[in-house]
């Protein structure tokens, strides 16, 4: 097969993963192959998957056994499967899709343009090497729209939630150092980035490791300052991390979005204590509300997890009132998910998995009746937005407020009498709204009860 040979990607699972997908993106085009944003259509499909829960792998496994298809029917010359089922499970895809041309573990995503060369010459080019491996940096080509971008601060997590794999896959926690993150974050503005989301399993431990203690506060000043961004958002903040001095910068700076990232799983304290995560619903709630005080405005998103082994019909309910009480502005509640190789997979008595997702309903219908009341509360006020795109079927524009992170959070819908562009930051005035988004008319600018940029 001579060049130009066309490569297409499918990047699964969290913004992590889709910044360890850039930056393979950006080798293979170095290195001469044209990249396809239309996988299908592709010569070589690279499907970097997630293996996180067990959703996540079943997504992953149905996206290679669709492309498998397509090369079956020859319509596509290789597949190749890199990411976190790769690295989790390569024995099992090897042993149960022979037909894929390589499983690729996560310390080989270096190596991404040797193994193309070698499924191209006709070999099963699998490989494992040692996750430390991984680069945690790299020139990249953006895979989301072009002005809103990820930028990784660290790979791996040394928390062990009792629930959680992420350790085995991904290896111990290991920081980026601070000059590296900013030059690059200098690279993306200069591409024209307007927003951009700080990432790590675990943000709030950034710089402990290097600098013995944390360093997330400093590195967002440092970021602040960088001119081209107008939004700058954390994503994956661990309760017991946040300091006053992240707090404190968070409020201070124009450019941080008011916004924090808080996953907490649960509030009931041997819940906690049974997921090895430290705390209780007193100290939730204390910490809550002085992130509140200290960040007046800010909207607070958290995740849970509902039949957590053990959990008790009280434990639950306590959780629902908590879910009440609290009205956070984000939620997301998941069913537990065993995780092989994990202490929680070993755990009794288990919640029934039926159950399981019945009490994430219950949660998410809980959050659902507060989101809903909290978006009542600003019709009639003024939105900035951030443009990203048309919609044909309901002829209007779409984007999202500072108050929403892309893919988890909501939109707003609106009209405009003078056309935007995507990228574009423009005032929205809030008329009604639909099915937990926002509908509104694009203004001139801020009017009265606008909100804050």
């Known amino acids: 097969m001579s060049l130009p040979i066309k490569v297409g990607m499918v990047s699964l699972g969290c913004p992590k993963n889709q910044v360890d997908a850039e930056i393979m993106l950006h080798k293979i085009k170095e290195a001469g192959f044209t ?9 070589i499909v690279i499907i970097n998957t997630c293996g996180f829960i067990e959703s996540a792998k079943q997504e992953a496994i149905e996206q290679i056994l669709e492309f498998l298809t397509l090369k079956g029917e020859g319509r596509i010359k290789k597949v190749i499967v890199t990411g976190c089922l790769a690295e989790r499970y390569a024995e099992d895809i090897r042993r149960e899709m022979p037909e894929v041309d390589a499983v690729v573990g996560i310390g080989c995503n270096g190596d991404i ?23 945690l940096e790299g020139e990249r080509v953006l895979y989301s729209l072009p002005f809103s971008a990820y930028i990784k601060i660290a790979e791996g997590c040394d928390n062990r939630c009792s629930y959680c794999a992420i350790p085995s896959i991904r290896g111990g926690f290991r ?49 602040a300052h960088i001119e081209g961004f107008r939004w700058i958002r954390v994503l994956y903040a661990y309760p017991e991390r946040i ?5 404190q910068v968070i409020a201070e700076e124009d450019r941080i979005c008011k916004y924090l990232d808080m996953p907490i799983q649960h509030c009931d304290g041997d819940m906690l204590k049974a997921m090895n995560r430290p705390g209780d619903q007193k100290a939730l709630k204390a910490l809550v ?37 609290m009205r956070f502005d984000r939620l997301g ?13 070993e755990m009794e008595p288990r919640v029934p998995e039926e159950e399981r997702a019945r009490r994430a309903e219950i949660i998410t219908e809980d959050q659902n009746n507060v989101l809903s009341r909290k978006n009542d509360q600003k019709i009639g006020k003024t939105e900035l937005v951030l443009v990203e795109g048309y919609d044909r079927w309901g ?48 203004v001139e600018g801020p009017e009265e009860g606008a909100a804050e940029v």
């Open 35 to 43: 990249l396809e944003t239309d996988a299908g259509l592709s010569d």
């Open 113 to 135: 343009v040797d193994i193309l060369k070698k499924t191209l010459e006709g070999e099963t080019a699998d490989c494992t090497a040692d996750k430390t491996r991984l680069p």
């Open 175 to 223: 920081s980026r150092p601070m000059e590296n993150i900013i030059e690059e974050a200098k690279s993306l503005a200069a591409q024209g980035v307007e927003e951009l989301i700080v990432v790590a399993q675990d943000t709030t431990k950034y710089g402990q490791d290097l600098y013995g203690e944390y360093k997330l506060a400093a590195l967002l000043r440092e970021l």
């Open 243 to 247: 300091t006053d001095e992240l707090l």
């Open 289 to 325: 509300r002085h992130i509140r005080e200290m960040v007046p405005g800010i909207t607070l998103r958290t995740t849970l997890i509902a039949g957590f082994p053990g959990e008790t019909k009280d434990q639950f309910k306590k959780l629902c009132q908590f879910v009440r009480d």
């Open 333 to 345: 509640c998941f069913a537990y998910s065993e995780e092989e190789g994990t202490p929680a997979a």
């Open 395 to 442: 002829e209007c524009w779409f984007g999202r407020t500072s108050a929403d992170a892309p893919e988890i959070d909501g939109k707003i819908f609106f009209t405009a009498g003078k056309k935007p562009r995507p990228g574009m930051f423009v005032w929205v005035r809030v008329d009604d709204v639909m099915d937990l988004d926002l509908m509104g008319t694009m």
